[in-house]
């Protein structure tokens, strides 16, 4: 069609040079070459509207053009099609938006863990920051797996009282008192064995060991007895009551009660005969006697989430 209207142009333009120029002959050229330009025009439109049409009805089709016409964004596709490492790298990517985006609404202080995270920072005497960012993790932790938050924070109060630099004479590390080299699977994923006195790892790999015994045992009670390597013993010596306990006080306390920080010290219970018996190394803190917990293996040699 253009090479139609290229040419009656030039006829049009080669008939005007060999005849003399009047203004009939003016206005005759004009209107031909506008017809010939409609006639062009409407032939473009009626193949764009098909053309449309078409990519419209054949998505292949469409991304074939779409590739042929921008070549240099094609290829990341096509070497992401052709290597599965890289699908897996930007599958992993894509959730990796997801799970930020869940964080982000799981990691919002609410006004139960600003109670939590000020009442957890005067009773133990830790700094603010160091107490918010404790809470925030647990929180975060517990929201990724399913469990209570303020039975972490209970947890981590007992066996250590918020001091992620304890270590008992046992070798159990951290927050949660963890024993590396017993669940050196579990800190494969957060670093290794060495990140037993990171917090966000310690509070991570302690939280899981604690949500698989509650799965085992079906109670809170019996996953805090495996928790601290009584499960065949016929007590724990007071561990679950120490850890229920505080986990009553932080639910009262996340509710907007005025809970006290101080306690009289309870009478601590005989010590269990089939309980190997430790003392954390964390520094005195208020209410001593429900900060110090007991990790060990129970008589089977069952593996527990202290060792």
Same mark, same amino acid.
């Given at each position: 069609?253009?090479?139609?209207?290229?040419?009656?142009?030039?006829?049009?333009?080669?008939?005007?040079?060999?005849?003399?120029?009047?203004?009939?002959?003016?206005?005759? *050229? @004009?209107?031909?070459?506008? =017809? &010939? /330009?409609?006639? +062009?025009?409407?032939?473009?439109? $009626?193949?764009?509207?098909?053309?449309?049409?078409?990519?419209?009805?054949?998505?292949?089709?469409?991304?074939?053009?779409?590739?042929?016409?921008?070549?240099?964004?094609?290829?990341?596709?096509?070497?992401?099609?052709?290597?599965?490492?890289?699908?897996?790298?930007?599958?992993?990517?894509?959730?990796?938006?997801?799970?930020?985006?869940?964080?982000?609404?799981?990691?919002?202080?609410?006004?139960?863990?600003?109670?939590?995270?000020?009442?957890?920072?005067?009773?133990?005497?830790?700094?603010?920051? *160091? @107490?918010?960012?404790?809470? =925030? &993790? /647990?929180?975060? +932790?517990?929201?990724?797996?399913? $469990?209570?938050?303020?039975?972490?924070?209970?947890?981590?109060?007992?066996?250590?009282?918020?001091?992620?630099?304890?270590?008992?004479?046992?070798?159990?590390?951290?927050?949660?008192?963890?024993?590396?080299?017993?669940?050196?699977?579990?800190?494969?994923?957060?670093?290794?064995?060495?990140?037993?006195?990171?917090?966000?790892?310690?509070?991570?790999?302690?939280?899981?060991?604690?949500?698989?015994?509650?799965?085992?045992?079906?109670?809170?009670?019996?996953?805090?007895?495996?928790?601290?390597?009584? *499960? @065949?013993?016929?007590?724990?010596?007071?561990?679950?009551?120490?850890?229920?306990?505080?986990?009553?006080?932080?639910?009262?306390?996340?509710?907007?009660?005025?809970?006290?920080?101080?306690?009289?010290?309870?009478?601590?219970?005989?010590?269990?005969?089939?309980?190997?018996?430790?003392?954390?190394?964390?520094?005195?803190?208020?209410?001593?006697?429900?900060?110090?917990?007991?990790?060990?293996?129970?008589?089977?040699?069952?593996?527990?989430?202290?060792?």
């Amino acid at each position: 069609m253009i090479h139609r209207f290229i040419g009656t142009s030039a006829r049009l333009v080669q008939q005007m040079a060999s005849q003399p120029v009047t203004w009939s002959s003016v206005i005759k *050229a @004009a209107r031909g070459v506008l =017809t &010939t /330009a409609q006639h +062009t025009l409407t032939v473009f439109g $009626l193949s764009a509207v098909a053309m449309i049409a078409l990519l419209y009805s054949r998505p292949d089709f469409a991304k074939r053009v779409s590739d042929f016409l921008s070549p240099q964004h094609a290829m990341p596709a096509q070497v992401a099609t052709a290597n599965p490492a890289v699908q897996l790298v930007a599958a992993r990517g894509a959730d990796a938006v997801e799970i930020a985006n869940d964080d982000k609404a799981a990691n919002r202080p609410t006004r139960q863990q600003k109670y939590v995270t000020d009442w957890l920072s005067r009773r133990y005497r830790v700094a603010g920051d *160091a @107490a918010n960012m404790l809470v =925030t &993790t /647990a929180y975060s +932790t517990a929201h990724e797996i399913k $469990l209570d938050p303020l039975l972490i924070l209970a947890v981590m109060a007992i066996e250590s009282g918020l001091n992620p630099f304890a270590e008992s004479p046992m070798g159990a590390q951290g927050l949660m008192q963890v024993m590396s080299k017993v669940h050196s699977d579990k800190f494969e994923e957060v670093g290794g064995s060495q990140a037993a006195l990171n917090p966000v790892a310690n509070i991570r790999v302690g939280a899981l060991i604690l949500k698989d015994y509650v799965n085992r045992t079906g109670s809170v009670e019996g996953a805090l007895k495996s928790y601290v390597g009584a *499960a @065949a013993a016929d007590d724990d010596s007071g561990y679950g009551s120490k850890v229920i306990t505080e986990y009553k006080r932080l639910k009262q306390v996340a509710s907007g009660k005025n809970v006290p920080i101080y306690f009289p010290p309870a009478s601590a219970p005989a010590p269990s005969t089939t309980l190997a018996q430790k003392s954390a190394s964390a520094p005195a803190k208020p209410d001593t006697a429900s900060t110090e917990s007991a990790h060990g293996s129970n008589q089977t040699g069952e593996t527990v989430a202290g060792l």
